[in-house]
T-cell receptor, first 114, second 114 residues
């Protein structure tokens, strides 16, 4: 019940296109959903996060959509750029749980072609 | 956010030896975590480093293999003991401030065991 399933595993998109990454969770107690961006040789960087009291959050070209009833959330990268080529991880946690540990998805490798 | 540094950034070690990885944060944090990331894989939580007390280990990780210290609110170490090639991985320090559920990662330590 702690799993977070992420898809697709990899994604190729043309410059200017939209990258869409989906995550599904099982634990209904999860109430914090961050996305991380990781470049090769670097640590994951917090990109954007959402709480279940809103259905969408936008920061620049990055948008999280959240569907509480379906237990799914997704990251949309608008106007994708070659510099967005990275691995993206979704995660989820229960804020008030002891230790408040993040459960990570398997990751999506995004390649933006110029 | 938080500025996190790790030492060493990478190392190549012989089988049977031990390596201690240091994590330094630019300001006090409540929670410190250690993760392992095998090549091309997602992040796996090793343990939560507790200040002034024993670390809390996740299933599959034990103190004898991965002893952790956290002497204060800005510093922690992870030791990988009696290394084998299977320990080759990236080890990541991560922190969270009190009253905030945003979690940040260090740059990682790339360990190769020969």
């Amino acid at each position: 019940q702690q799993q977070v399933k992420q898809s697709p595993q990899s994604l190729i998109v043309q410059k200017g296109g939209i990258s869409i990454i989906n995550c599904a969770y099982e634990n209904t107690a999860f109430d914090y959903f961050p996305w991380y961006q990781q470049f090769p040789g670097k640590g994951p960087a917090l990109l954007i996060a959402i709480r279940p009291d809103v259905s969408e959050k936008k920061e620049g070209r990055f948008t999280i959509s959240f569907n509480k009833s379906a237990k799914q959330f997704s990251l949309h990268i608008m106007d994708s750029q070659p510099g967005d080529s990275a691995t993206y991880f979704c995660a989820a946690s229960h804020i008030k749980a002891a230790g408040n540990k993040l459960t990570f998805g398997g990751g999506t490798r995004v390649l933006v072609k110029p | 956010s938080a500025v996190i540094s790790q030492k060493p950034s990478r190392d190549i070690c012989q089988r049977g030896t031990s390596l201690t990885i240091q994590c330094q944060v630019d300001s006090q944090v409540t929670m410190m975590f250690w993760y392992r990331q095998q090549p091309g894989q997602s992040l796996t939580l090793i343990a939560t480093a507790n200040q002034g007390s024993e670390a809390t280990y996740e299933s599959g990780f034990v103190i004898d293999k991965f002893p952790i210290s956290r002497p204060n609110l800005t510093f922690s170490t992870l030791t990988v003991s009696n290394m084998s090639p299977e320990d080759s991985s990236i080890y990541l320090c991560s922190v969270r401030r009190g009253g905030n559920y945003e979690q940040y990662f260090g740059p990682g330590t790339r360990l190769t065991v020969t």
